[in-house]
Nanobody, 122 residues
Framework: QVHLVESGGGLVQAGGSLSLSCAAS????????MGWYRQAPGKQRELVAR???????NYEDSVKGRFTISRDDAKNTVYLQMNSLKPEDTAVYYC????????????????WGQGTQVTVSS
């Protein structure tokens, strides 16, 4: 079993910054992709940013140039630096990881964190 624990988030004024982190623990052989998704009230969950184990990244169009995703493989942790925040960034942010749990089995599994609230006031 793999657990993802998020930290960060909170309330910030528009134009401000927040930083999220997510640490993975448990039965981990390797983590292929780590990412952040968000879900605003009444909307579907959407990808915000993700990063592969070769540090390839991709971002949702509305956050490009404002958000930066990074990872520390030694700590099994992914970060999301959010700058120039806008009210429309308000959502619950979820950490996501695609994990290979065994050196002997190639199967990979998807895990989710519990979510952390980000609220941007205008």
């Amino acid at each position: 079993q793999v657990h993802l624990v998020e930290s960060g988030g909170g309330l910030v004024q528009a134009g401000g910054s927040l930083s999220l982190s997510c640490a993975a623990s448990g039965s981990i052989f390797s983590i292929n992709v780590m990412g952040w998704y968000r879900q605003a009230p009444g909307k579907q969950r959407e990808l915000v940013a993700r990063i592969t184990n070769s540090d390839m990244t991709n971002y949702e169009d509305s956050v490009k140039g404002r958000f930066t995703i990074s990872r520390d493989d030694a700590k099994n942790t992914v970060y999301l630096q959010m700058n120039s925040l806008k009210p429309e960034d308000t959502a619950v942010y979820y950490c996501n990881a695609i994990v290979r749990t065994s050196a002997y089995v190639r199967n990979q599994y998807q895990y989710w964190g519990q979510g952390t609230q980000v609220t941007v006031s205008s």
